[in-house]
């Protein structure tokens, strides 16, 4: 869950960077895109990213399964809310299937047209013009601002959580991870919202 | 002051429990938790009644016997408090109070709201021990520990085993006991020689009896009685990862 979770995180920001790029420079943009079209290297680290969310999705499943077993045939009455408990901690899962749905509408959106297409010998939609006609529409920006908010409750308690996980977590720098870990999945998130609300407000 | 009180019934493991509701009246607000069930159960066996059973030893807070889960908070949700070191004066006069038993797979129901929890004293015995010969008492210098780590050991050593953690972690899971009776060992010269083989055996053990995984949650933390913290469990977890990589010595 950790390895396969930090690997995400990682692209997710570099993800997030390149995401940023289009705002700075059009030409940049589709130079990128270009760059991780139908390359050996852009196909083999699309099929690792599949790859890790695959493992991911189902280390999830077999997780919460051992966990909700864990609690026996009877269950409590009543459940109240514990001091320092967020609501994200408890509720991975079914954030994570909805961070799915919205992953299946944005590879529609841009891999299937973009990658997917070079891969079946037609010509590549433009990146630039994608994000243009994707985010100038109020429904779709609308969705992804949905979506990156679940992705953003998702990695604020998924990286101070795989800190814990792999121990890097001591009674010194408890507070700092969680603050680290707060403002990485905020950062994240907010580089991505910037590009959509880049273009569909401003632009 | 005057409680009304719904509590979980239950002849024993098998057979299938439920709650039933008591008024108890005349309740003294320094009353304790368990002062105020034995009033309880003063007028239930008068009555010929068969008492509410709940387990208890030292009544202030160290055996760690007391467990209640108390209006979906393991010992009632008071920081730093064990069911008996709680007072009634806590709860509102009039009151509907919920009393469950701790409810994970490995504490199988006894009776009523006792549960059998020899499953944290199995993982105690798979290595929660110190095997080698320590000698006599040694001089106070000759082996060196820095205050930051007698402090932390000292920390994880005060968990007395009330298995408040399972009983709040929404996986029922028993990592921060485990990890803090791994601290308390890792923490000192002695107990770290050991380190790498006690946490698989321990770990291992808290597995096969039916113990959730830790998701980070942190309710564990939040109810239990001694503030354990859960950077006892990264301890445990890097100390596991090591020991699973560096495999047999
Ligand atoms: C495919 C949809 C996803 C599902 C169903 C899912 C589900 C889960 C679940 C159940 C957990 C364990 C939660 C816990 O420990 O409480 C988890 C942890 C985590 N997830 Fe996801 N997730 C998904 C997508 C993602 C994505 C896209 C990322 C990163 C960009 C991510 C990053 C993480 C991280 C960092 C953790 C923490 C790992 C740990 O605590 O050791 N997840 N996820
Ligand atoms: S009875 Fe000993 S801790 Fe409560």
Known sequence: ?203 | MNFTLKIWRQHNADSKGGFETYKVEDIPPEASFLEMLDILNEGIVRKGGDPVAFEHDCREGICGCCGLYINGHPHGGFKGTTTCQLCMRKFKNGETIVVEPWRAKPFPVIKDLMVDRSALDKIIQAGGYVSCHTGGVPDANAVLVSKHDADLAMDAASCIGCGACVAACKNASAMLFVGAKISQLELLPQGRIETEERVKKMVAKMDELGFGNCSDTRACQAVCPKKIKVTNIARMNRNYLWAKLKGKH
């Open chain 1, 1 to 203: 869950m950790a390895v396969s979770g930090a690997a995400m995180v990682f692209f997710l920001l570099f993800h997030a960077l390149m995401n940023l790029v289009s705002i700075f420079s059009e030409s940049g943009y589709e130079a990128i895109c270009e760059f991780l079209g139908a390359n050996w290297y852009a196909v083999v680290g699309t099929i690792g990213i599949a790859a890790l969310m695959s493992i991911h999705l189902v280390f999830a499943f077999i997780l919460s399964w051992q966990n909700y077993k864990s609690r026996g045939s009877d269950r409590y009455a009543v459940v109240a809310k514990n001091e320092g408990v967020t609501w994200a901690s408890r509720n991975m899962l079914v954030i994570g299937l909805i961070v799915i749905i919205g992953l299946a509408l944005h590879l529609y959106n841009f891999w299937y047209k973009m990658q997917w297409s070079e891969l079946c010998g037609n010509e590549p939609a433009s990146g630039i013009q994608l994000i243009k006609e994707t985010f100038g529409n109020t429904f779709f920006s609308c969705c992804y601002i949905v979506w990156l908010f679940f992705i953003y409750l998702h990695l604020s308690h998924g990286i101070s959580s795989l800190m814990q996980s792999i121990g890097w977590n001591n009674e010194v720098w408890e507070k700092r991870i969680t603050a680290i870990a707060k403002v990485l999945s905020a950062l994240i998130t907010l580089m991505l919202v910037s590009v959509v609300f880049y273009y569909w407000i401003i632009y």
